[in-house]
């Protein structure tokens, strides 16, 4: 294809990755009031659980607006990513080689699983977190929470975990590239733990061991399966390199 036709291409990929998002979006408005009573269930917890006041407060005349509009947005992102993503991929799969599609499609099929059971934990802790962070305030004292403030904070927590999830198979592609060995996985394998370790207890309340444990267990065991994976992978490429020698010395 010459530059203008990739071009072409490349406007008609991202007018139906729009189209997608747009009507994601519209699904998003009327699902909005919905997802909104989902998130602020915890708000409304700390009031049997710190016999506190605790409300979610919208400063300004438009921002119950901007709010719905940004939960339409984000909704409709996650439900219009089936469409996006094959737009993205039907653009760029033409191009790579044999063994970059096998990467690539591994690299997805794998990395969209865990990166949703991320968000599914982080959906998990986030009551213990909102439960945490109000109880630093006086007992005498009531909750009244930033509406905008408070559904940028879930976002960023549930997302973060999220990628968390999804740092395992990066580092099988970096082993597949070839930058590290299983061996210096396996060496790490204390500091890893302790950052799990570290991660899970600020994502968690200190005092809720069992959801810290929860949350630091699937990781552990998503580092040790990626090292696996690895350990797999170098006695293989080390067998092929073995066989070349062999043919070269004859």
């Not at 998002?21 to 009031?33: E, K, N, P, R, T």
């Not at 005349?61 to 737009?87: C, E, H, M, N, R």
């Not at 059971?117 to 213990?128: E, Q």
């Not at 394998?189 to 600020?202: E, S």
């Amino acid at each position: 294809m010459s530059l203008g036709q990739h071009l072409i291409e490349l406007r008609k990929r991202l007018y139906l990755a729009a189209a997608g998002l747009l009507i994601g979006a519209i699904a998003g408005w009327f699902l909005s009031d919905f997802v909104w009573d989902q998130l602020r269930e915890p708000i409304y917890a700390i009031i049997n659980a710190q016999h506190r006041n605790a409300q979610i407060n919208y400063p300004d005349i438009t921002s119950a607006f901007d709010l719905k509009l940004k939960i339409s947005l984000y909704v409709g992102l996650i439900v219009s990513s089936p469409v996006w993503l094959y737009q993205v991929f039907a653009f760029l799969v033409p191009g790579l080689t044999r063994t970059e599609k096998k990467y690539t499609f591994g690299f997805l099929f794998t990395a969209i699983p865990l990166f949703l059971a991320g968000c599914a934990a982080g959906w998990i802790v986030l009551p213990h977190v909102v439960e945490l962070m109000t109880s630093f305030a006086p007992t005498e004292d009531s909750a009244f929470i930033n509406a905008q403030g408070y559904f940028d904070f879930v976002l960023k927590l549930v997302v973060a975990i999220g990628i968390a999830f999804v740092l395992p198979v990066f580092i099988v592609l970096l082993n597949f590239a070839g930058v590290i060995s299983a061996t210096s996985i396996i060496k790490s394998w204390r500091i890893a733990i302790l950052v799990i370790v570290l991660f899970t207890a600020i994502a968690t309340p200190a005092a809720d061991v069992v959801s810290m444990f929860l949350l630091a267990i699937p990781m552990v065991m998503l580092y040790f399966a990626a090292y696996g994976i690895a350990w797999l992978h170098d006695r293989r490429v080390a067998r092929k390199v073995l066989a070349f020698e062999k043919e070269l010395a004859l």
